[in-house]
């Protein structure tokens, strides 16, 4: 069972200590009673948005259960929900993600930087203690939790390390991105290679297009996947936007939209593309798609307004610009488009 470390000194510690030593004891609580009191801290966090209030709802439950050493399951559980909230914290980041990486190691039977001997490994509690009250809980599973792990990892810009979780778990287009945010772009092509000298997917070949750029990859992936991947069509689109191939990026563009329509930054580069062809109700279009998805979007307001100021149309550029300022009021050309609106709309106290 792992212990709670405390700090010294008053620093920083694990739980409020009282002056009245009669307010430190603490009454016996059965392990039923435990278990309802992580389903009311799960419950605070289910009725209750993510902000630092609930957080420290959440915390009061969890510290009570923490005062118990009674069951494997129940403590542990406590333990992972508590690490949650102090990641939460940039003070507590660390210790929360060394905790998290301590109740993962507790499953395994190999040596780690928290499970570093093996009277470590011999001393943990055995499967039956640990499945006492499996059921009495919310515990996920192991995979999960290395899945969790992984990802607080590269959040955190440590991402080998995540890269080797996601592998442990087979998740190989994390352990590729991983790979090639750490600049190792030749060890994520051998991943991507020996994945499909095993099986041959379109994630996989297009991947392998990303890595290598050549266009060849992405319409492999087409292949297998009758024309039907998406991301393969945005890439293809992206190779020919960056050649200055307009015709066939916008080609691309449409086709993996056509397939996957809920990807605003698509909309978006398609509908520069079309402005640039001069296609302006195609630019319209997809930058009209833009908005109704982002709402916030002030570059996609701007350039609904300057679509409709091309068509000589300013009582529909005039809300356009007024949405695009209400999200970003710094932009002096957007400023400069509403002038001249107000003034072909006759809005003269407005312009002024």
Avoid at 141 to 170: C, S
Avoid at 187 to 210: C, F, H, I, K, Y
Wanted: include cysteine.
């Amino acid at each position: 069972m792992m212990k709670k470390s405390q700090m010294i000194d008053g620093i920083w510690l694990v739980k409020v200590k009282f002056d009245d030593e009669k307010e430190n004891i603490v009454s016996q609580l059965s392990i039923l009673d435990q278990a309802i009191l992580l389903s009311l801290c799960l419950d605070v966090k289910n009725n209750n948005p993510a902000d630092g209030l609930t957080g420290e709802q959440m915390g009061a439950y969890l510290a009570r259960v923490l005062d118990h050493h009674d069951d494997w399951m129940v403590y542990s559980t406590a333990l992972l929900e508590r690490s949650w909230l102090e990641y939460e914290r940039s003070q507590g980041r660390e210790r929360a993600i060394l905790q998290i990486q301590a109740l993962v190691d507790q499953h395994s039977n190999r040596l780690t930087i928290t499970q570093s001997t093996f009277e470590s490994v011999e001393d943990s509690a055995p499967p039956q203690e640990r499945l006492r009250n499996l059921h009495s809980i919310v515990y996920p599973p192991r995979w999960a939790m290395l899945q969790d792990l992984a990802e607080r990892y590269a959040n955190l810009g440590i991402v080998t390390t995540a890269a080797e979780l996601f592998q442990e778990i087979e998740q190989w287009d994390e352990v590729v991105e991983c790979f090639r945010h750490a600049g190792k772009v030749s060890q994520a092509e051998n991943v991507v290679r020996e994945r499909l000298s095993e099986s041959e997917t379109p994630r996989m070949w297009a991947a392998l297009g990303d890595l290598t750029n050549d266009p060849s990859h992405y319409r492999k992936a087409l292949e297998l996947s009758n024309g039907r991947y998406s991301d393969a069509f945005v890439a293809l689109g992206k190779h020919h936007f960056d050649k200055g191939e307009l015709e066939e990026a916008a080609e691309y563009y449409s086709k993996g939209l056509k397939i996957r329509p809920l990807m605003p930054h698509v909309w978006f580069r398609l509908g520069a593309i079309s402005m640039r062809l001069g296609r302006w109700k195609e630019a319209l279009n997809a930058f009209s798609e833009v908005v109704q998805q982002e709402p916030e979007e002030a570059d996609a307001w701007a350039n609904v307004a300057a679509v409709h100021m091309q068509n000589k149309m300013p009582a529909e550029a005039y809300p356009a610009l007024n949405e695009s300022l209400k999200y970003r009021r710094n932009n002096w050309r957007v400023w400069q488009s509403k002038l001249f609106t107000c003034l072909d709309l006759a809005k003269y106290d407005e312009a002024i």
